[in-house]
């Protein structure tokens, strides 16, 4: 089955600890993207990449950092940098420039 | 800046028709996405519009206006199960690159 994977589905840290946050996809897709939502509100975007080994900051890139080795791979890493890290975050893939964005389970990240 | 804006709730009558307004204010937009979302899940893609006009994708339809920045989903025949949480995207070109701001998101509720 072709899909997007995040995990782990649940994630707890204590203040002050960096985190990474896994997505893989097997759909082929060019395109890879992060997100954050807080409870309520809509999807903001942090980095997001066309291609392996680029990618660019999105509205919200500080205290993150990502990385793009493989086409398959997109990790996220939120630094201690980051003052409220507590949201659900989103990855997605899609086919350069296509409309449709195919989104990851999610990870939900609670930093006590 | 980059800004989506939707009416926060909508309640609506099981079988009845309802219309999720966006109007935005981009730079470099392209195109309009909508996308469903269920309580603790992933969004998924409903609807497309690059051109002006109506799109109609079954119970779900979209409309466009790039001259008055403006666009709305079209629920038709309301079930239980439409009750969600509905987002509008911009499809933004910017230096080369495709990124995806969305809107702040309607939760509609489905009343029997």
């Known amino acids: 089955d072709g899909g997007i994977t995040q995990s782990p589905k649940y994630l707890f840290r204590k203040e002050g600890q960096n985190v990474t946050l896994s997505c893989e996809q097997n759909?082929?897709?060019?395109?890879m993207y992060w997100y954050r939502q807080d409870p309520g509100q809509g999807l903001r975007l942090i980095y997001y990449?066309?291609?392996?080994?680029?990618?660019q900051k999105g509205d919200i890139a500080e205290g993150y950092s990502v990385s793009r080795e493989k086409k398959e791979s997109f990790p996220l890493t939120v630094t201690s940098a980051q003052k409220n890290p507590t949201a659900f975050y989103l990855c997605?893939?899609?086919?350069?420039?296509?409309?449709?964005?195919?989104f990851g389970p999610g990870t939900r990240l609670t930093v006590t | 800046g980059q800004s989506l804006e939707q009416p926060s709730e909508v309640t609506a009558v099981e079988g009845a028709i309802v219309q999720i307004n966006c109007t935005y204010q981009?730079?470099?937009?392209?195109?309009l996405s909508w996308y469903q979302q269920h309580d603790g899940g992933a969004p998924t893609f409903l609807s497309y519009?690059?051109?002006?006009g109506l799109e109609e994708t079954g119970r779900f339809s979209s409309f466009l206006s790039r001259s008055d920045s403006y666009g709305y989903l079209l629920l038709q025949e309301l079930q239980m199960k439409d009750s969600a949480s509905y987002f509008c995207?911009?499809?933004?070109?910017?230096?080369?690159?495709?990124?995806?701001?969305f809107g702040t998101g309607t939760k509609l509720q489905v009343i029997p």
């Open positions: 997605a893939s899609s086919i350069n420039r296509d409309r449709e964005q195919y």
């Open positions: 759909l082929n897709h060019d395109a």
């Open positions: 990449s066309q291609i392996v080994n680029d990618f």
């Open positions: 981009t730079s470099g937009f392209y195109g």
């Open positions: 519009n690059a051109l002006d």
């Open positions: 995207a911009a499809l933004i070109l910017t230096g080369g690159y495709q990124k995806v701001t």
